[in-house]
């Protein structure tokens, strides 16, 4: 009789259990788990200079071919759509994240690191938080606008050239994260700046 009574009880409690299993919710520290927001960083690497003709002064000469740099900057915007429409949330808004002042002399094909001409009011990067639990990150977007200036001493006044790029989410991880876009002055000069995006923890 006593024994009947333990296998009884034994088949109810291991159904119990077998119940109580089965209504748990998920381990959310498992890693096969969908991760309810990203984190990523967008770093300037480098200004190339693609073209320069500084002719102002010496148009026959090959000091026409290099400029006097004086001001780099980025602003980045970004945003994520989780409705219908174009624009959602804001993440950043004309965010400065890359502020470069000096005095350097650049020609074709030469290149700017920020390292190495350390005087900036920013770092050069900006790291951002999406939402992939509500909103679609394909759907996200990311938007820089490049600022450049050449002075041209002894001269009226200086050559400033602008350029922009929106990146749409599915493409932050194309090319290995790898990015350019350019800025450009009106027949002056035409920079290539390279940026990178990366998932960042």
Known sequence: MWTKRLVLCGLVSGFLIVL???????????????????TVRVTVVYFRCDFADDGWAFPDFETDRFLEM????IW???YEQCDSVQYGDTLAQDSLVYNWAGDYTMA????????????TERPNFIELTFDTASCDLDHA???????ARETDYGSSGDETGWGQQELAGELFFVNNGWHNFHIA?????????????????
Do not use: H, M
């Not at 074709?108 to 005087?119: A, G, P, S, T």
């Not at 977007?141 to 600022?147: E, H, Q």
């Open 20 to 38: 109580i299993l089965l209504g748990c919710d998920e381990d959310p520290t498992r890693p096969d788990l969908e991760p309810q927001q990203l």
């Open 70 to 73: 004086t001001r780099f900057k």
């Open 76 to 78: 980045i915007s970004a």
């Open 108 to 119: 074709d094909r030469n290149r700017l690191y920020l390292e190495k001409y350390f005087f």
């Open 141 to 147: 977007s990311l938007v820089l606008v490049g600022f």
């Open 185 to 201: 002055s009106s027949g002056d000069f035409d920079f290539y700046c390279a940026f990178f995006i990366e998932k960042w923890e």
